[in-house]
């Protein structure tokens, strides 16, 4: 096992963990459809999120990794057969080469030994596939425009419970998706023809997971491998592997001061430190790089907590404060909101962290990244309520009002 003892020495494992998370480099995946295509598939899934007072998660997560991306994008690629739609710790957007990871959890639902809804209504699941099987498609709005109704497969609550559960057992794909309007079809209507099919053994997912989280995240624990899944088959067989790939010189643990032991590729170490540029990114509170909130203030010395689900007399920061990341640190948090219709940019709040750069050089940075960020946004002015050390506050108003 590796100590790491050196400043110099966490630089690298955080620049490894950004690299490979596509975070330092302006074009790592390309860029339009085709990045999009690229991304996913290396980073293993992008998190589907209701919440919308900035871009949602889904496309926020892909806009920071891909030039000349398109909301719509999203959905063209669910409408392709590139991904599809299921659940991996939360709802996501899956590379459809990973589909056959997706059946364990089905089986385990379609069998009852894992509850979606307790009591699902079999008789209405029937229904509902009959309908589907003989009148084609169904979108999740035609269970709405009918939802007055009292009884039959139409009364709206219980036939989206059971268009849910259909979904979440195997029968159902989502299709198509408008915003947050789905499209439910059989999935062997939706399912490309040269997808693999086989369920995968517990050793075969254990390693696709421990392969998966290394290719996307560069440094990884053993926690994080199996992160929020609870099957615990699952989390032997992928300490059994690693434990394996350990004593093979395959792999590396590297401790930290903390006394967290993380996982890499064996050489990983040796290898030439990805560069980094004066950029800084403004993420999704739901970004692949900063989900694992454990891993994160680990590697990163950046606590982070997202407070939208924190009542709001016990918020430190603001409701969606998104992360800041400059060269390979994270250095603040800024809570706002997109006002659509009237195009501006709310920054109801900003705050960095202690830092070791020199604040002209991050106020350069951020009056950037705020003018794409806000372009993605659909909005044309900024305000700023707020920031914090005070003296930033002052720094940052001239070129934001310059700016914008």
Known sequence: MIELKRPHDLARLRRLALAAQGLLQAKPFGSGLAGCRQAI???????????????????????????????????????????????????????MADFRFSLPYKQTIKSGQTHWFRNPDKQLMGELLARIRTDGPLRSRDLETNRTKSAGWWDWKPAKKALEQLYMQGDLMVSDRTGFQKTYDLTER???????????T?????????????????????????????????????????????????????????????????GALERPMPRVS??????????????????????????????????AAKRQYGYFCLPLLYRDQFVGRMDCKAHRKDRLLEIKSLYFEPHTFDDDQIVTAFTEALKTFSQFQGCDRVSLTEAYPKPMEQRLRSPISHQF
């Open 41 to 95: 598939n290396h980073i293993g899934y992008v998190q589907i999120d209701t919440i919308s007072v900035v871009e949602r998660a889904h496309h926020h997560v892909l806009h920071t990794r891909v030039p000349q991306f398109d909301p719509a994008m999203t959905n063209q690629m669910l409408v392709d057969g590139d991904i599809f739609e299921y659940w991996s710790h939360a709802a996501a957007f899956l590379p």
């Open 202 to 266: 517990t050793d075969e997912f254990a390693a696709h997971l421990i392969d998966q989280q290394l290719r996307c995240h560069g440094v990884a624990s053993l926690k994080g491998i199996t992160y929020l899944r609870r099957n615990a088959g699952l989390r032997q067989a992928v300490k059994t592997l690693v434990n394996e790939s350990v004593g093979q010189g395959a792999l590396e643990q590297i401790k930290l001061s903390s006394g967290e032991v993380l996982l890499v590729e064996a």
């Open 190 to 200: 939706v399912l490309p023809s040269h997808v693999d099919t086989t369920t995968p």
């Open 278 to 311: 004066n950029r800084m990114l403004i993420l999704s509170p739901f970004d692949n790089s900063v989900i694992q909130r454990e891993r994160l203030k680990s590697l990163f010395r950046y606590d982070y907590q997202i407070e939208c689900y924190v009542p």
